[in-house]
């Protein structure tokens, strides 16, 4: 157990419409990340948040937005969603420097 | 630019004989390269990793080498075991905090 929580695990939605994924960092750890994983473009970084700021940006898609909240639990919010954002979606969590990241074990979500 | 390529993209191996997979990076800032296995199921757990400054690094049957000049470290399985079969991932750090990944080695173990 990494100690990084992902809820829910499982998430089946239609098209367009918006879903929220919740991610609860290991306990301490300041910098939660978010990661796309599809079949075919392996673990795509999306976006970083340190301390409730975020501090960099992948290749996340306009449709897609993260906050980190005060208590350092981050969502990450998929809207107007279409087949091709079916993936896995993973958060990790570190204590700052952006080393030994610490995954969950995700939210796999399929848009019908 | 910040890219990780890595090979092969499948593995298989008789049980206890060696794996080892390669990766290449193109930006000489990179600095840090972790590896993550991933089992089915599982998120990516972090196994092995290794700095810029540091040759190798030994952590019972696994190994990490990296070669600076030629731009390209390796993940070394010795001995292995049938729990050795996973997904292998590369990464590398190039002086941001985020680490941009390889797109996974999916390694079988023969019994």
């Known amino acids: 157990d990494s100690g990084v929580t992902q809820t829910p695990k499982h998430l089946i939605t239609a098209t367009g419409q918006r879903v929220t994924l919740r991610c609860s960092p290991r306990?301490?750890?300041?910098?939660v990340y978010w990661y796309q994983q599809s079949l075919d473009q392996g673990l795509q970084f999306l976006i970083q948040y340190y301390n409730g700021e975020e501090r960099a940006k992948g290749n996340i898609l306009e449709r897609f937005s993260a906050q980190q909240f005060p208590d350092l639990h981050s969502e990450l919010n998929l809207s107007s969603l279409e087949l091709g954002d079916s993936a896995l979606y993973f958060c990790a969590s570190t204590s700052g420097t952006g080393e030994k990241l610490f995954f969950g074990s995700g939210t796999q979500l399929s848009v019908l | 630019g910040e890219n990780v390529e890595q090979h092969p993209s499948t593995l298989s191996v008789q049980e206890g004989d060696s794996a080892v997979i390669k990766c290449t990076y193109s930006?000489?800032?990179?600095?840090?390269f972790p590896w993550y296995k991933q089992e089915l199921g599982k998120g990516p757990q972090l196994i092995i990793d290794i700095r810029s400054n540091v040759g190798e690094k030994k952590d019972q049957r696994i190994a990490v080498t990296l070669n600076k000049t030629a731009k390209h470290f390796s993940l070394h399985i010795t001995e292995t075991q049938p729990e050795d079969s996973a997904v292998y991932f590369c990464a590398g750090s190039f002086g941001n905090e985020k680490l941009t990944f390889g797109t996974g080695t999916r390694l079988t173990i023969i019994p």
């Open positions: 306990s301490g750890d300041l910098s």
């Open positions: 930006d000489s800032a990179s600095n840090y």
